[in-house]
């Protein structure tokens, strides 16, 4: 029994020539904004208001920085500004010296010692020579 498997599942439909559904929404609200506030305002005024409405319908729609929608990077922002930050600061008393530098990894064996023997090494040889057995024999 076959059965099919859906591929291309990211990928948005195309409703309006080019245009996704949500695309055509924001390209239909800016033009709906900046229809309603030349109808409102003097020209002058709505040229000076509506190019950064314009600007940002037009980024909603065709900008993709890093490969991703405009949208996502408005929603990321606008949840970093309304959301609660917390910073914790410490006093540190003194100064960290020479004698509190505390040593992260182990001293380098001097030259021609052999490495001591360690059991993890072991363990992933043997799993990397199961890996690279051919089964199709």
Do not use: C
């Amino acid at each position: 029994m076959r059965f099919e498997v859906p591929q291309f599942i990211s990928l948005e439909d195309k409703l309006f020539g080019p245009f996704t559904f949500m695309q055509s929404l924001y390209l239909v609200g800016g033009g709906g904004i900046l229809f309603a506030i030349h109808k409102m305002l003097p020209s002058f005024v709505t040229v000076l208001v509506g190019i950064p409405i314009a600007a940002f319908s037009l980024a909603l729609v065709f900008y993709k920085p890093n490969g991703r929608p405009f949208m996502t990077m408005v929603e990321a922002f606008i949840l970093y500004s309304f959301t609660q930050k917390f910073y914790l600061w410490r006093r540190r008393d003194q100064k960290l010296g020479a004698a509190d530098v505390v040593q992260v990894h182990e001293k380098f064996p001097e030259e021609g010692a052999l490495p001591k023997e360690d059991s993890r090494r072991r363990i992933s040889d043997l799993a990397w020579s199961l890996d690279i057995l051919d089964f199709d024999n």
